[in-house]
């Protein structure tokens, strides 16, 4: 069985088989058997608007009810199309041409006359997608397929068993290359300024700007019944509290349609463009695919002269069974020949069910893992709690990735390069290294490069006032005081119900002078600007206080907000913020984001930047006050990290630690970091062996040396033996 809406491609695909069937044939006349009729198999059509069951055409409305015919195969599709069938079979058994050609006349006339009430139902599901300007020839015009009348036989015998299938890979978008090609073959290679020229010319031509305007609203149609009939649901996945932007992707579109067109015990194919693993787009389908199918394999290529398309175009074979829930399956990735599909088993990764759902929460990703043992490793760092996680009495984290934009407030004066007398620097991601706030241990960072005041000097100059007035017009500490004194229960608007409440225990108002800055507590930043090629992906380090940061520098807030009545009387407000970390958990925390482990992680997710996702996804040790290796890393950490004398009250909070400059002292001091990460992730010798081994090195390291994860290696031998000794 096959469907194609190009009918030409449809009487090539007949004539192939036909001679396919005929070159089969043996030389004795003895063995050659009639060719079969396989006109009602390979049919012309739109495989993505019609109907896939009786439940979708039996309608109240309609000719059946669903208490006539129940759900979508067996008896029900014989009662419903009886005479279908019938006249199909008689096709497929006729023993005469005249024979034939009467009972495929006679077929196709009552498809087509079945065809013509289901066409209506299609019309009313454009008008109730959101399409009003649609006639009936319209729908026509779009050559709906209806596979429960189109197959009726099959699906009378209970549906397909097997469904293999490349469907088209385009995104179906309104494209002036597509059509104005019809009338220069040379338009998509044209420059921008030859292109306007051209079609202006063209759109001079009545005829053909109407053509124009109704290709544009054909597609314009198709999106908004794609979008909003609510045949496909699993299109616009969320991710990240985001609902995904919606696109005409026919591979995808296809892939959601096969999977209806099957019963339980059938078995599916399909060869689709790579994002089916790891475009954000299609989570969805995956968890589909995971939930509700049996996974056998994925095999994952990059093109390399497979297929006649761009050698670095990457695609995926998926081969599963149409129910169940798959706990494992077997996975090829970066593949560049065919050799997995004539011996997966030696090809082939056996990937749990915890690697490919855990790997990625929020957009469920599918890793592209190259050996079992880096599976193994990944199997094990996802047993830890996502960084997003609220875990019971444990440090949380809350992203703050754009504290200050570097372009535009900077263009409105809020800090420069050239400011008099400045009060405190603003940062930018080269400003910081791993445990290294400033320039003083390393040439390598940069020395600030911006300034501003204090807001008592120049309130319309000051970045601190520019950033407590975000934060103010965000919500801060409005929304908090709204939630937790029941504003909700209200019919006042927010700010209304907290000036009210406000006004009743201090007798003033919200306002700006409300807001506690983050820069007033010592906090966690780290580079957004990264890559799995660079030296090191994750790079954080503790700020000191009054430190502000463009969105190059993200930040880990220090402080959530509490409120209590007491708390109702105090101005300014700051009574509300409590710290998220304390001293010790803060640098804790800084040492597990600063490990090798964990930068193992971020760098297979990592492209260009550090999406916050993508960081607030991934697994981290939550190691609280008395876990093993809690002051073990919190001490080493801060020793690191706690130089010169913008650290001076935080060495006191600490109990007077004695901060480490020697380059040599550093390196060894991070090296146990590291090691004691590596245990408290639960990873044993042969994985730190293997993360080591496979961690990328860069010509020039800093710190990255050889001798350095040499260093890691036997540091890590030693905690094996003595754990985590002081």
């Known amino acids: 069985m096959g469907v194609d809406i190009d009918q030409g491609a449809v009487e090539i695909c007949k004539l192939r088989l036909w001679l396919s069937m005929v070159a089969d044939i043996e030389d004795e006349p003895s063995e050659v058997e009639p060719l079969p009729n396989i006109d009602f198999n390979i049919r012309q ?89 649609i006639t009936f020839d319209d729908v026509l015009g779009y050559s709906p397929f209806h596979w429960v009348l189109e197959f009726a036989r099959v ?124 475009g954000e787009g299609s989570k969805d389908l995956r968890m589909q695919l995971l939930n509700e199918t049996s996974v056998q394999s994925i095999i994952e290529f990059e093109n390399n002269g497979i297929f006649d398309i761009h050698k670095q175009q990457r695609f995926a074979v998926i081969t599963f069974k149409n129910s169940g829930r798959t706990e494992d399956l077997w996975g090829v990735f970066d593949q560049k020949d065919t050799r997995p599909f004539t011996n997966l088993e030696e090809f082939g990764l056996h990937l749990p069910r915890r690697v490919l759902a855990e790997y990625s929460p929020e957009a469920r990703i599918f890793p592209w893992v190259k050996s079992q043992r880096e599976v193994e490793v990944l199997d094990k760092i996802l047993q830890h709690p996502p960084l997003s996680a609220q875990v019971d009495d444990a440090w949380s984290i809350n992203l703050l990735p754009e504290e200050l934009n570097e372009t535009r407030d900077k263009r409105k004066g809020y800090f420069d390069e050239d400011v008099d007398n400045p009060d405190y620097p603003v940062y930018t991601g080269s400003n910081v290294f791993q ?182 996804e991934s697994k981290l040790p939550r190691l609280t006050e008395g876990a093993d290796w809690f002051y073990y890393i919190s001490k080493r950490a801060a020793q690191l990290n706690c130089y010169g004398e913008e650290f001076t009250e935080m060495r006191d909070r600490l109990g007077g630690i004695n901060p480490v400059t020697d380059e040599q002292e550093r390196r060894e001091l991070q090296a146990e970091i590291d090691a004691a990460a590596f245990h408290a992730y639960g990873l044993n010798r042969r994985d730190v062996e293997f993360i080591l081994n496979d961690f990328h090195r860069v010509s020039d390291p800093r710190i990255m040396t050889d001798a350095y994860f040499d260093m890691v290696f036997e540091k890590y031998d030693v905690l094996e033996q003595t754990g985590p000794q002081p």
């Open 45 to 133: 059509g739109n495989t993505l608007i019609g109907f896939t069951d009786v439940e979708e055409v039996a309608t109240e409305e309609g000719d059946a009810s669903l208490t006539n015919y129940g759900g979508g195969i067996g008896e029900n599709v014989q009662e419903m199309y009886r005479d279908v069938i019938r006249s199909v079979e008689r096709h497929r058994e006729s023993e005469s041409a005249r024979e034939a050609a009467e009972a495929r006349r006679e077929a196709e006339k009552l498809i087509e006359e079945y065809g013509q009430h289901l066409h209506k139902k299609i019309l009313k599901q454009f008008k109730g997608s959101g399409v009003e300007n």
């Open 435 to 616: 445990y290294q706030y400033d320039d003083t241990l390393s040439d390598a960072n940069d020395s600030p490069t911006y300034w501003s005041v204090e807001e008592d000097r120049d309130p319309d100059s000051s970045a601190k006032r520019r950033i407590r007035e975000k934060r103010f017009n965000a919500g801060e500490p409005k929304k908090a005081l709204y939630d937790d004194f029941g504003g909700s229960s209200t019919s006042k608007s927010q700010i209304g119900f907290v000036n009210d409440l406000l006004t009743k225990h201090r007798g003033e108002e919200l306002s700006e002078k409300d807001v506690l800055l983050d820069s007033s507590e010592y906090r966690i930043a780290y580079r957004d600007v990264a890559s799995s090629t660079n030296e090191r992906t994750m790079i954080a380090t503790v700020l000191p206080k009054d430190v502000l940061c463009v969105h190059t520098l993200a930040t880990f807030r220090p402080y959530e907000i509490n409120p209590t009545e007491d708390n109702l009387k105090q101005s300014p407000l700051h009574g509300v913020y409590d710290r998220r970390f304390s001293d010790h958990e803060l640098f804790v925390a800084l040492g597990l984001i600063n490990s090798l482990s964990f930068d193992y992680l971020m760098r297979t997710k990592t492209d260009k930047h550090l999406v916050e996702y993508k960081l607030l």
């Open 155 to 278: 699906y009378r015998d209970g549906g397909f068993d097997v469904i293999v299938g490349n469907p088209p890979w385009d995104v179906l978008s309104s494209s002036s290359d597509e059509f104005f090609a019809q009338y220069n073959p040379t338009f998509r290679s044209l420059d921008r300024e030859e292109k306007e020229a051209f079609m202006d010319e063209k759109l001079s031509d009545p005829e053909i700007k109407s053509e124009w305007e109704s290709y544009q609203e054909n597609i314009r149609r198709l999106t908004e019944y794609f979008k909003n009939s609510g045949e496909y649901t699993l299109q616009t996945p969320e991710v990240a509290g985001e609902t995904a932007t919606y696109k005409n992707d026919l591979s995808k579109l296809f892939f959601e349609r096969v999977l209806h067109l099957v019963d339980d015990d059938a078995y599916l194919s399909q060869v689709l463009p790579g994002l089916i693993v790891n």
